[in-house]
């Protein structure tokens, strides 16, 4: 298997901005500290210009990912561990909460569009 460095740094970083603290988007420096590190050597990983150290992906797995995922893009994003499996239902919870959140949007939106429409069709049928 070959190991591409770019690949894993894609898969670090979007990790950082989904799935370390599900609902909000860490910067390099906040998982930074987070590990022990620093926001250089985050982005050094994220950029693929550096291999992710055994520590580092052991935080990471302490905090619930899997390093596997990181480095193959196979199995799971979230460790078969207690923290894994907090975050893999946190994650659930707030996909779910986004998706009523967007069909209510989405609902809203139609209602007003609907309105509109009807107001058009009504303004131009005074017009005739």
Known sequence: MEINQNEIGKRLRFIRENY???GIKLSANQVAKLLNSTS??????????????NAILISLYQLGIN?????????????????GKLLAEKYKII???????IKKLSDDNFKTVKAAAKDL????????
């Open 20 to 22: 370390i603290m599900p």
């Open 95 to 101: 996909s779910k909460n986004q998706s009523l959140y």
């Open 67 to 83: 390093p596997v995922y990181i480095l193959t893009g196979e199995e799971n994003v979230f460790a078969n561990n207690t923290n």
């Open 121 to 128: 069709r009504e303004n131009f049928d005074e017009k005739r």
């Open 40 to 53: 250089d050597k985050i982005l050094n990983y994220e950029r693929g210009l550096s291999n992710i150290p």
